[in-house]
C-alpha cells in the first residue's frame, strides 16, 4: 500500500482500498465492491505482487488502449529474473490454461489470445460494470477467464502493450496461504465446465486434468 501511495502522489487517480473485515470478499468480490466507487472511464485492477518499473506505466497503458480502441489491455509482465511471464493466454478445451510465452503480432489484438490475466489488467469502467464484474461465485482464482469468455463474446477487443512491462512477484501470497490455491483450482475448474460447457470436451483428457487437480489438493494439504 506504501507503494502505491508513493506511485500516485500528485497524479489525477483514485485509489480504492477495499477493507475486508470480519468477512473475506475473494478476488472477485473484492474488486466487484471497489468498482462500484469508481467513476472514471478507466479501471486498474492490480495485484498486490505487482511493481512499475517507472511512473508513466498507467498513462502509457491509457495511451495504448485509446490509441488501438481497446476495452481491456495488460502491460508484459516479467518475474523477477526478468523472464516474460505471458502474452496472454488460451483456454483448452482439456480444462487447462495455457501461457502464451512467445510474441506475435497478433497477440497485441485479442484474436490470438482467449484472455488476459488480471495481475494488472486496466479496463473501460463502463464495460467492467455492464459485464458485472467478476462471478463472486469463483471467490479467487479463474475469475478472470470467465470474466473474458463473457467479454469476447459480447464482441468487447483486448491487446498486449508489448512495450510496457511491470514486475510481477507471482504467487507471493498464495504461497502463504497453504492448500487454499489448489482447492480452488479442484472446485473452480467444475464450476467453470458447468457454466460454459461450450467450452469443453468432456473425454478422458478433462478427466485426467481433474485427476490433477485433485493430487495438487492432497499435496498441498499434507
Known sequence: MHYLLKYFKDKPYKVVVVDNRKKNLGFAGGVNK????????????LNDDVKFYDNTSIKRLIEVAEKRKL????????????KVENYGYK??????????????????????IDGL???????????????????????AYLEDVDFFIRFKKDG??????????????HMTTTKTMGNFKARQDMINWWRFYFKHPEK???????????LR???G??????
Open 34 to 45: 471497489g468498482a462500484k466507487y469508481i467513476k472514471t472511464k478507466w479501471l486498474l485492477i
Open 117 to 139: 490475466t488480471a495481475a494488472c489488467l486496466l479496463i473501460r469502467t463502463s464495460v467492467f460494470k455492464k459485464l458485472k464484474g467478476f462471478d463472486e461465485k469463483f471467490f
Open 200 to 210: 469443453f470436451r468432456f473425454d478422458w483428457k478433462f478427466i485426467i486434468e481433474r
Open 213 to 215: 487437480n485433485i493430487s
Open 217 to 222: 489438493y492432497i499435496k498441498a494439504s499434507l
Open 156 to 169: 468487447y477487443k483486448m491487446g498486449i502493450a508489448a512495450d510496457i512491462e511491470v514486475l510481477h512477484n
Open 71 to 82: 476495452d481491456a489491455v495488460s502491460p508484459v509482465l516479467e518475474n523477477p529474473k526478468g
Open 91 to 112: 483456454l483448452l478445451p482439456i480444462g487447462k490454461i495455457k501461457l502464451v510465452k512467445e510474441f506475435s503480432i497478433f497477440n497485441l489484438q485479442f484474436s490470438n
